[in-house]
């Protein structure tokens, strides 16, 4: 009897033991987290404070100068969105279509894992080694030179793994049954991955791709690799013509800054000026992020609102 009664107690000790840890724990994790989030509004209250008084319309309409006063970010966010644009453009539909080939028809066999394995693993390498990768077969072998183009598969690259990822993750969250009930009222593979599994895991790529975009935007060293400038006054050739057919590609040969890389100009500059205008560019960086993680949000919520399971 006494055995039972020293185990019971000693049950109890550690059980205490355990719940002195567990609120230990939440105190430890609450202060890391305030000083996260202090951390964080004090750097952003910085950059506003620094960088609203420079946000006015000439501003955004103005080429960079020597001149800080005359100064803007023309260049640098109508660059960031055709790269942004090119990316976009290659990376959504290679990446979709590689996660739904790997998940819904690749056969489940050693190869399928090693491929699986290295793909993850590309989600984690820095990015100037795709900025290395990109200046050798983009630059120098297909001979694209220092363009939006190149600028544009190279974030695509770095952005790929993300998309095969989160689309392959998306998919497999669907229940099998779905495909089951598809499969038994006749619809072929392809049929049961347009008209159903793809269209209720859209939520969890499109916040996938968004949040790879996203990435993108703030990237630095794969362009500076392959040679953005730090320093251009003129704009890309417009993608829209007065002569049939009305639509030119000339603008993906051209040369190109884009925000992440003004700003370091920037900054690297010792007048304080200058430091103030990063800040305001810096501002107008955040917004983007920000307003391209909300539209992820949205339409998650969206499109899991129309699913009925």
């Keep these: 009897m006494p055995n039972h009664f020293s185990h ?10 355990r719940k002195r840890w567990e609120k230990v724990f939440i105190i430890v994790g609450v202060f890391s987290l305030f000083i996260a989030l ?3 509004v004090l750097l952003v209250s910085d950059l506003l404070i620094r960088g609203w008084p420079m946000l006015n319309w000439r ?11 005359e100064a803007g970010i023309l260049i640098a966010w ?3 969105l055709l790269v ?3 990316t976009a453009l290659v990376a959504v539909p290679l990446g979709i279509s590689a996660g739904i080939y790997l998940e819904e028809y690749a056969p489940k066999n050693w190869l399928l894992d090693f491929i699986e394995i290295n793909i993850t693993n590309l989600a984690g390498v820095p990015s100037i080694i795709y900025g290395l990768l990109a200046l050798g077969f983009f630059v120098y072998i297909l001979n694209w030179g220092e363009s939006i183009l190149t600028a544009g598969f190279t974030l695509a690259l770095l952005i790929l793994p993300i998309v095969i990822v989160t689309t392959r993750e998306s998919l497999r969250a669907i229940p099998q049954g779905i495909r089951e009930a598809a499969y038994a009222v ?3 593979r392809w049929q049961v991955i347009a008209d159903h599994v ?6 969890g790529i499109l916040t996938g791709i968004i949040v790879g975009i996203s ?21 890309p050739d417009s993608p829209l013509t007065a002569q049939f057919p009305y639509i030119s590609f000339n603008w993906v040969w051209a040369p190109f800054t884009v925000l992440p890389i003004q700003m370091f100009n920037w900054v690297s500059r010792p007048q304080d000026a200058f430091q103030i205008n990063a800040a305001a560019a810096g501002i107008v960086l955040l917004v983007l992020t920000l307003g391209v993680n909300g539209l992820a949000i949205y339409l998650r919520y969206r499109f899991r609102k129309s699913i009925k399971w």
């Design 198 to 203: 793809l269209p209720y895991s859209m939520g």
């Design 186 to 188: 006749g619809a072929s």
């Design 78 to 80: 109508v660059g960031s």
């Design 59 to 69: 501003f955004f309409t103005s080429p960079p100068s020597s001149d800080p006063e």
């Design 215 to 235: 990435r993108a935007i703030g990237e630095t060293a794969p362009l500076i690799t392959i040679g953005a400038l730090t320093f251009i006054t003129f704009l």
């Design 38 to 40: 202090a951390t964080l």
């Design 8 to 17: 019971a107690a000693a049950i109890l000790r550690s059980i205490q033991v």
């Design 84 to 86: 942004i644009f090119v």
